[in-house]
């Protein structure tokens, strides 16, 4: 597994690793997908200069696929999703308000008829576009290292 700090790459081995370097920090839980419709085409949000695959906060309570379709819905208005298989989790460390994040998000292939997307402009989401997914990886390049990682795992 990679955890990416300050947008770099750290890879851990063993579970005495993770909990070691974990411990510094709050873990957070988020889920989101990777959607494709029929024309083979890429859901893609645009937030805060950055692209980015849908995705949030995991609710006290909500299991874990359940966040993700629900924030997928949120941030791109996208209506009637068909789950997939489970992706490989993403880790991320930030800092919030003096506070040390390791954030894990929780993938999901996801399928969805080609529709109208709404961006969630209340979340700093200017766009939802879908993207054929040939242009995917150019996308990546003005992306999150971790997101960049994932896309070249599934692709």
Known sequence: MFIFKDNKAIEITSQDEFDNFA???????????????????ILLIYRLE???????KVEGGEQIPD????????ETGL???????SLPSTFHTYELHGEHILKETHWFEMIADRQSLTPQTIEDIT???????????AKMGTSYSSLAWLWNEVK
């Open 23 to 41: 411990k510094d920090y709050r873990i957070i839980h988020a889920a989101g997908g990777i959607v494709s419709n029929e024309k083979n085409e």
């Open 50 to 56: 950055k692209w980015d695959f849908p995705k949030g």
């Open 67 to 74: 966040a993700a379709i629900r924030e997928v819905e949120e």
């Open 79 to 85: 209506q009637k999703i068909t789950l997939g298989k």
């Open 127 to 137: 766009q939802a576009v879908w993207i054929p997914r040939a242009e995917v990886e």
